[in-house]
């Protein structure tokens, strides 16, 4: 049964403040689990082949070098095409999103199973980039589908468990390859193993698009928190902003461009350590290329009981500055002590070190999505959050290739020192964010004399018709006109 709806209404003599009709249903769940599954299939294949780099290189007779773009395809197709995606996440919603990204996905897959020739490298870089445009209606969802499905008190947790889900297959990516596929001369053996991969990655994609297609909502009826039916009122009604205003408002907001940079250095320093983590342990741990995928295990699944704590630090506490500043600098410290002991060659060390920087690392990721929704509403959820990821997927990049041509001329140790210089430098801009919780304020009753970008009163309303509000006798402000709550679908 659906959580009971609630009600209210605020007065003054100056401004009538009105509390929406609000209610959270209990399907919100499987929206949220169903995403976190295909999105984790997705990005199981963006790691799959970096970590066997060395097998890779070997069977299509490439370089290493070469391998890393399989995993920076994803990045490098990232960048433009977020800009059209957010608009599509804004101006359709949930539902096609959700389904060009489990459509993509399962393409790239099933031409994966082509590619398994060593001729044919060319083909799986076409899969790679299907899969790739996949994601790019994926890394944005978690925050939307949170904001627009649940309430204010679970928002945080909601998010978190939606990263989850794409940490998982990340883990599972770094995981069942290099258990999978033989490091073997013998290439047909290779081709073998790699089909199986690849097939059972696609039947698995497949399954999940089919259920996006059938079951996958736009949104529900009614908004499940106050900021979220603002936030609508505002999307249908004159006060609503274009597009290209939400990016302008991002870009020119100082501690939402701190965040921008932040944010951008931790993930892509992520994204950076994934791509060359092969390459890193197999120079500590030479013919030990299981630990790689062990670690990057431990890195992903840490990573994910750090997302879910963080989420549910946010949902209880509320702080997220501090919550922020104390991640980040635990990241930091954490990666550190990794690069200060990888040379040991102590496996039982590295896999002590690498679980706090995963927790860490990766904890991180809802932590900035939210603070980001926090400080820049009411701009789109799927707005801040493309901003961000287009953010990290730039210093990703930049990061990969510094560190690759540092790992070849210098040392894994110069690699990574480099990697810890630009966290400092993310360290002092995350302290530098300003805490302004627009989003927190918009779901408390708040004085008339607050900010007029945040509050919606008689005045407002009866500018915007189509949009009811409730008061506390269950009386529409505008009856004759249509709900924008109702066809969510």
Same mark, same amino acid.
């Given at each position: 049964?659906?959580?009971?709806?609630?009600?209210?209404?605020?007065?003054?003599?100056?401004?009538?403040?009105?509390?929406?009709?609000?209610?959270?249903?209990?399907?919100?769940?499987?929206?949220?689990?169903?995403?976190?599954?295909?999105?984790?299939?997705?990005?199981?294949?963006?790691?799959?082949?970096?970590?066997?780099?060395?097998?890779?290189?070997?069977?299509?007779?490439?370089?290493?070098?070469?391998?890393?773009?399989?995993?920076?395809?994803?990045?490098?197709?990232?960048?433009?095409?977020?800009?059209?995606?957010?608009?599509?996440?804004?101006?359709?919603? #949930?539902?096609?999103? +959700? !389904?060009? =990204?489990? %459509? &993509?996905?399962? /393409? $790239?897959?099933?031409?994966?199973?082509?590619?398994?020739?060593?001729? #044919?490298?060319?083909? +799986? !870089?076409? =899969?790679? %980039? &299907?899969?790739? /445009? $996949?994601?790019?209606?994926?890394?944005?969802?978690?925050?939307?589908?949170?904001?627009?499905?649940?309430?204010?008190?679970?928002?945080?947790?909601?998010?978190?468990?939606?990263?989850?889900?794409?940490?998982?297959?990340?883990?599972?990516?770094?995981?069942?390859?290099?258990?999978?596929?033989?490091?073997?001369?013998?290439?047909?053996?290779?081709?073998?193993?790699?089909?199986?991969?690849?097939?059972?990655?696609?039947?698995?994609?497949?399954?999940?698009?089919?259920?996006?297609?059938?079951?996958?909502?736009?949104?529900?009826?009614?908004?499940?928190?106050?900021?979220?039916?603002?936030?609508?009122?505002?999307?249908?009604?004159?006060?609503?902003?274009?597009?290209?205003?939400?990016?302008?408002?991002?870009?020119?907001?100082?501690?939402?461009?701190?965040?921008?940079?932040?944010?951008?250095?931790?993930?892509?320093?992520?994204?950076?350590?994934?791509?060359?983590?092969?390459?890193?342990?197999?120079?500590?741990?030479?013919?030990?290329?299981?630990?790689?995928?062990?670690?990057?295990?431990?890195?992903?699944?840490?990573?994910?009981?750090?997302?879910?704590?963080?989420?549910?630090?946010?949902?209880?506490?509320?702080?997220?500055?501090?919550?922020?500043?104390?991640?980040?600098?635990?990241?930091?410290?954490?990666?550190?002590?990794?690069?200060?002991?990888?040379?040991?060659?102590?496996?039982?060390?590295?896999?002590?070190?690498?679980?706090?920087?995963?927790?860490?690392?990766?904890?991180?990721?809802?932590?900035?999505?939210?603070?980001?929704?926090?400080?820049?509403?009411?701009?789109?959820?799927?707005?801040?959050?493309?901003?961000?990821?287009?953010?990290?997927?730039?210093?990703?990049?930049?990061?990969?290739?510094?560190?690759?041509?540092?790992?070849?001329?210098?040392?894994?140790?110069?690699?990574?020192?480099?990697?810890?210089?630009?966290?400092?430098?993310?360290?002092?801009?995350?302290?530098?964010?300003?805490?302004?919780?627009?989003?927190?304020?918009?779901?408390?009753?708040?004085?008339?004399?607050?900010?007029?970008?945040?509050?919606?009163?008689?005045?407002?309303?009866?500018?915007?018709?189509?949009?009811?509000?409730?008061?506390?006798?269950?009386?529409?402000?505008?009856?004759?006109?249509?709900?924008?709550?109702?066809?969510?679908?």
């Amino acid at each position: 049964m659906d959580d009971d709806d609630r009600s209210g209404l605020i007065g003054d003599e100056s401004a009538k403040l009105i509390e929406p009709t609000t209610k959270l249903y209990k399907r919100r769940w499987y929206i949220l689990l169903l995403f976190s599954a295909y999105s984790g299939m997705n990005a199981f294949q963006w790691i799959q082949y970096p970590i066997i780099s060395n097998i890779i290189s070997k069977f299509y007779g490439v370089g290493m070098e070469t391998v890393d773009w399989m995993s920076l395809i994803y990045m490098i197709v990232y960048i433009p095409l977020i800009f059209p995606a957010t608009w599509m996440l804004d101006r359709f919603g #949930l539902r096609v999103i +959700a !389904i060009l =990204g489990s %459509i &993509f996905g399962t /393409i $790239g897959a099933a031409v994966k199973i082509l590619a398994c020739q060593p001729p #044919l490298f060319d083909v +799986a !870089i076409v =899969g790679q %980039i &299907f899969s790739a /445009i $996949g994601n790019v209606f994926i890394l944005g969802m978690p925050s939307k589908i949170a904001a627009t499905w649940f309430g204010s008190k679970e928002v945080s947790t909601a998010c978190s468990i939606g990263v989850f889900g794409n940490q998982i297959g990340i883990a599972f990516g770094f995981f069942i390859p290099p258990y999978m596929v033989p490091d073997s001369d013998d290439v047909h053996q290779v081709a073998f193993y790699l089909r199986h991969l690849f097939t059972m990655t696609t039947a698995i994609s497949a399954i999940l698009c089919v259920l996006v297609c059938l079951t996958f909502e736009r949104g529900p009826l009614l908004p499940p928190s106050r900021a979220q039916a603002i936030y609508l009122q505002r999307e249908v009604g004159a006060a609503g902003e274009s597009y290209t205003d939400s990016i302008k408002y991002f870009i020119t907001s100082t501690p939402a461009l701190l965040l921008l940079l932040s944010y951008g250095i931790n993930t892509g320093s992520f994204y950076a350590i994934s791509t060359l983590l092969n390459t890193e342990i197999l120079d500590a741990f030479p013919n030990n290329m299981k630990f790689a995928g062990e670690i990057g295990l431990i890195l992903v699944v840490s990573g994910v009981i750090g997302s879910v704590v963080c989420g549910l630090v946010l949902d209880k506490t509320g702080a997220y500055k501090k919550t922020t500043a104390v991640v980040y600098i635990a990241t930091l410290i954490s990666l550190c002590l990794y690069t200060a002991t990888l040379h040991l060659r102590n496996i039982a060390v590295v896999y002590v070190t690498s679980l706090l920087l995963g927790f860490t690392m990766t904890g991180y990721l809802p932590v900035g999505f939210e603070f980001a929704a926090e400080i820049t509403y009411p701009i789109s959820e799927g707005t801040s959050s493309g901003l961000l990821n287009a953010s990290a997927q730039v210093f990703g990049i930049t990061l990969t290739l510094a560190m690759r041509q540092l790992e070849s001329g210098i040392s894994i140790l110069s690699a990574n020192l480099l990697l810890c210089a630009t966290l400092l430098v993310g360290t002092v801009l995350t302290l530098l964010v300003r805490e302004d919780l627009k989003r927190q304020r918009a779901n408390e009753h708040r004085n008339p004399g607050d900010s007029p970008d945040i509050l919606i009163t008689h005045h407002e309303i009866e500018r915007k018709p189509g949009f009811e509000f409730r008061g506390s006798s269950g009386a529409s402000s505008n009856s004759s006109s249509p709900s924008p709550f109702r066809d969510r679908r």
